[in-house]
């Protein structure tokens, strides 16, 4: 899907996620005023935001290493990269000309293939673009994708899949996304109905066979304090007035928290190259408790799979599952 | 030795038919056999260690001797390990390392505390394992951070906050509230203080110092040529396939490969300052408090035979030992050079049957006290029950790659540290070769082994 010219953009730092979303809400706010909703194909610019020499912090380490409940070894655990790599990504929604805006968006998947764990010694380079408009049933999807390169040799490929919702795609564009998302009353900013207690009536459907290998009793706090380990400081995670405000009854925990508690639950089983992805569902509303199941794969395939949902409600939270790659 | 054995027969947790003894002729069981080691770097208190566990260091250990061994899924027979700082919530540490890392999640583990023996008794519990053929293999650890240890609420609050979690009704949570006063908020943070002295390992080491007249000058030159020592084996690589680098260091934070007699020589006494004799024991010729891990490989010949890989020692024999320091009849850290005359004779050795000493520099003067003791015909004799003195040693075969002084102690990991070192130098020195290990613990404890080249 990349066009040949791809301009590649050198910034000489992983940039400050505060002032980019102060750009990225008053990008929103124009992109709401000109009320352009209707996005072609070819409008994501073909920019790649690159940035060298990226390296990690042993304490930012060790933080995220015991809050996520991996082991504080000196490989970087997939989801760290993709801490690293995301305000690069953020940097390049907010540019001008990215036709989606950034407020708003709803992460609904997420994929990582890593080739082998970056080790906290080696400098990164990492490389963002953006790629890959789908139409969607509620708006429109674009893939970002983060590289972390290791002296030339690509290690860690993060997808992000984010929903720009009331967006759609001009007519002549890529069919509607064949992957299957999760339905527009399951998506993050919409929780009318799918967040209250009267989940019941889905209960039997979707739990049905699905027994819990574990659970994660999330606190309040652990929206603010992912929010501090990550920099992703949108207001829907750390305030419970600011998530209200968008229709949630309380802060909800961020999704990448959630798929990198259960790539940790996994363990090191996983070894060390793996495909590591992630569907999310229903959101978790802060304090909870969460349903986990990890499960070796059945037969023929490696690897596993996992599971988190509301006990309560019996609501999927997401999907996903690691598997070895060569 | 070695019996050749069929793939996947390390399931089975019976003897060996092939191997030696372990049946039931009675004969004496099979020898355990020390395959290599594995430690992180240790670094001082406070320093790049600050924000790692005991669990991830432990981890980070164990997975560089998975890796050099190639044990990834491996279900080896047993791992013990333990850490003398513990928090509460690392009450099966070594089992919460294990699953933390590449070894098969079947591996079963245990905790042991022994203060600074700790890491030698994981060694000791594991080898008669393995002697006996209840196992064919395991992992000794040890790990301790002064930088992460665990900070408690003083004993008068920690009543409170239980009654408070008892209470039920407003009234009763409101009445435990308001017993908490101002002064119940100070944390205690552990010391290394003695709990039925009330002195620290420092002040009861000075009075052993005193009283067996080691000099200042004595122990500094000991502290230099630990620290000279470790230099020289890190660069000759003695280090590179017992050691994994760790948050960016990689070699002991502690070791002052420049330093000198002279240079600890200006250094103020820390310990012993309100005693009759002048003080002599400095942070010079003390060990730091330290951050670090170790782990120790360790099998049953025909275990290692099927895998290919190296066996560099046998654990002959180890003997605890503890003192009456408590009414100050023997130095708290004395106990090894109790311990030694026991074990020389149940071997039938002598002390100087020995090729390497290994004895941990807790403090300079602990080593010298130990040498001074097994050369005093009247302690000998009158609180040994010997003959007579038990002499003394070569020095030159004395911590000859350096010991805790230079590299640092972290309590628990000090014991594998030896154990491994000491090994691989055997190995080097040829068949036959002998060292001795001695380690002193809190307690007034000890725990001292023979190891023989393979």
Known sequence: MRTPEVEVVELDAVPALGGLYARGVAGSARAAAARRRTVRPDDLPATELLVRGVRAEVEHLSTYQHLLGETGQDALPAGFVHVLAFPVA?????????????????????????????????????????????????????????????????????????????????????????????????????????????????????????????????????????????????????????????????????????????????????????????????????????????????????????????????RTHLTGGVSPSS | MAAARTPGSQTSSGPTPGSTGAGGDGSSPRRAVVVGGNRIPFARSGGPYVRASNQDMLTAALDGLVARFGLAGERVGEVAAGAVLKHSKDFNLARESVLGSALSPETPAYDVQQACATGMETVVGLTNKIRLGQIESGIAGGVDSTSDAPIVVSDALRTILLDLSRAKTPQQKLKAVSRIRPGHLAPSAPTTGEPRTGLSMGEHQALTTAAMGITREAQDELAAASHHRLAAAYDDGFFDDLLTPYRGLTRDANLRADTSVEKLAKLKPVFGKHLETPATMTAGNST?????????????????????????????????????????????????????????????????????????????????????????????????????????????????????????????????????????????????????????AAGGQAVVAILEAA
């Open chain 2, 288 to 440: 730091p408090l330290s951050d670090g891990a170790s782990t120790v490989l360790l099998a049953s010949d025909a275990w290692a035979a099927e895998r290919g890989l190296p066996v560099l020692a046998t654990v002959v024999d180890v003997e605890a030992g503890a003192v009456d320091f408590a009414h100050g009849r023997d130095g708290l850290l004395m106990a090894g050079a109790h311990a030694v005359p026991r074990l020389l004779a149940r071997n039938g050795l002598s002390l100087q049957d020995f090729d390497y000493y290994e004895i941990h520099e807790a403090f300079a003067a602990t080593v010298l006290c130990n040498l001074a003791i097994w050369e005093s015909e009247e302690y000998c004799r009158e609180r040994l029950g010997l003959d007579g003195a038990l002499g003394s040693i070569d020095r030159s075969k004395l911590n000859v790659h350096g010991s805790s002084l230079a590299a640092g102690h972290p309590f628990a990991a000090t014991g594998g540290r030896i154990v491994a070192t000491l090994a691989k130098q055997l190995t080097a020195k040829g068949p036959g070769s002998r060292g001795l290990i001695s380690v002193c």
């Open chain 1, 90 to 314: 953020t940097a390049l929604m907010v540019r001008p000309g990215f036709p989606l805006p950034l407020l708003g968006m709803v992460h609904v998947a997420n994929q990582v293939e890593q080739r082998r764990a970056v080790r906290l010694d080696e400098e990164m380079d990492l490389r963002v673009r953006a790629q890959d408009l789908h139409a969607h049933r509620s708006g429109v999807t674009v893939d970002l994708v983060a590289e972390a390169w290791v002296e030339e040799e690509l290690v860690w490929t993060g997808t992000s899949t984010y929903l720009a919702k009331g967006h759609h795609l001009a007519p002549h564009s890529a069919s509607t996304d064949p992957t299957p998302l999760p339905s527009p009353d399951n998506l993050v900013s919409e929780p009318q109905g799918a967040l209250g207690t009267r989940g019941s009536d889905t209960r039997s459907e979707e739990g049905a066979g699905r027994a819990p290998t574990g659970q994660w009793r999330l606190g309040g706090e652990v929206g603010r304090r992912y929010a501090a380990v990550s920099g992703d400081q949108n207001p829907i995670h750390t305030s419970a007035l600011a998530a209200k405000a968008f229709g949630f009854p309380r802060a909800i925990a961020h999704g990448m928290y959630t798929a990198a508690r259960a790539l940790a639950d996994v363990g090191p089983a996983r070894g060390e190259a793996f495909v590591w992805h992630v569907q999310f569902a229903k959101p978790v509303v802060l304090p909870s408790t969460v349903a986990v199941r990890v499960a070796r794969a059945d037969g023929e395939a490696e690897g596993f799979s996992f599971e988190a949902w509301s006990p309560r409600s019996g």
